[in-house]
Nanobody, 114 residues
């Protein structure tokens, strides 16, 4: 079964940047739409960004113009470049097949705080 391993999170000051990576155990990132999701304490998991096999990209309004999703099909990896981070971006970030979920990975914690 496909497994996702997210990495790249950490503690960053407001206005800072992070680059998250999500490695899939099987070759799916170029065949399926992939998404980055996040879950803040006490809140539901929400979609942050998605990318289709054809390259169509969508962002949540809250991260548009600050986050960039991309993929490397040869590495079976999806990335999320995050800039101008805000305290409200604090959450555990996950990747998964977009809207056709497979088992979730452990996620990577992003904390934005001064």
């Amino acid at each position: 079964q496909v497994q996702f391993v997210e990495s790249g999170g950490g503690l960053v000051q407001p206005g800072g940047s992070l680059r998250l990576s999500c490695a899939a155990s099987e070759r799916i990132v170029s065949f399926y739409a992939m998404g980055w999701y996040r879950q803040a304490p006490g809140k539901q998991r929400e979609l942050v960004a998605s990318i289709t096999p054809g390259g169509r990209i969508d962002y949540a309004d809250s991260v548009r113009d600050r986050f960039t999703i991309s993929r490397d099909s040869a590495k079976n990896t999806v990335y999320l470049q995050m800039t101008s981070l805000k305290p409200e971006d604090t959450a555990v970030y996950y990747c998964n097949r977009h809207m056709q979920f497979l088992p979730w990975g452990q996620g990577t914690q992003v904390t934005v705080s001064s």
